[in-house]
């Protein structure tokens, strides 16, 4: 996202704006690197849409089907129900971009935004400060997928397409002013919050892998002593 809005700076006309970094392959650099970059994206295309299809799958596989009130839960009945749910969603996804192959863009790049600001702010806070509450994570996920979803419509609303972000200050991407906005969010209500025993257990077991050995080191060393 942040490589193709940079090249807003030098071409404001790109159309349609999903072919940002094509453009910049084939205009800004040597032929040659611009033919690998080119390669490149056409892989993380294929990379990004084989895991959300696998994603998908098994979604479906363990909170639908493993979680329903289903007689048959082994493990060949569930590799089948993931294996028919990868053709199936493969399926929709090659009728959805028959003749309007921009929509199936538009929705994986919908969806890439969403996980990049509603999921990952609170995870990675989670994972690396120790102030992270509950309450901040939540309350994270929300507002990101809010203004996510906002600034989207703000882009339908202004006479653009969806998920354009021409309309915004620089062009920067929705995706970033939703990432600020679900730190911010995330760290000011942690602050004002406490973080639960579970959680300073869960951030300590995560950051220190050897706290038990040397829990249990200390406790053997103060026998000793005593």
């Known amino acids: 996202h942040m490589a193709?809005?940079?090249?807003?700076?030098?071409?404001?006309?790109?159309?349609?704006?999903?072919?940002?970094?094509?453009?910049a392959a084939k205009n800004m650099v040597n032929p040659v690197l611009g033919g690998l970059a080119?390669?490149?994206?056409?892989g993380a295309?294929?990379?990004t849409a084989s895991t959300q299809i696998l994603t998908i799958a098994l979604s479906i596989t363990r909170d639908l089907y493993e979680k329903g009130n289903f007689k048959d839960r082994s493990e060949k009945k569930l590799l089948f129900v993931a294996?028919?749910?990868?053709?199936?969603?493969?399926?929709i996804a090659m009728l959805l971009s028959l003749g309007n192959s921009k929509y199936i863009v538009n929705i994986g790049n919908f969806g890439a935004s969403v996980f990049a600001v509603a999921f990952f702010p609170a995870l990675f806070l989670g994972l690396f400060w120790k102030k992270m509450t509950r309450e901040g994570a939540l309350y994270s996920m929300l507002v990101g997928f809010a203004v996510d979803i906002l600034l989207h419509l703000g882009g339908v609303l202004a006479g653009s397409s969806w998920g354009n972000a021409a309309y915004l200050p620089l062009g920067i991407h929705?995706?970033?002013?939703?990432f600020?906005?679900?730190?911010?969010?995330?760290?000011?209500?942690?602050?004002?919050?406490?973080?639960s025993s579970e959680l300073d257990a869960i951030f300590i077991k995560v950051n220190t892998p050897d706290h038990g050995a040397v829990v249990k080191t200390s406790d053997r060393s103060m026998r000793r002593v005593s």
């Open 180 to 195: 600020f906005a679900a730190m911010i969010t995330a760290i000011v209500t942690s602050l004002y919050t406490r973080p």
């Open 83 to 91: 294996r028919s749910a990868i053709v199936i969603v493969g399926i």
């Open 174 to 178: 929705l995706a970033i002013w939703a």
């Open 4 to 23: 193709g809005a940079s090249v807003w700076f030098f071409n404001r006309d790109i159309t349609p704006d999903s072919g940002a970094l094509v453009w």
């Open 38 to 42: 080119v390669a490149g994206l056409f």
């Open 45 to 47: 295309c294929l990379s």
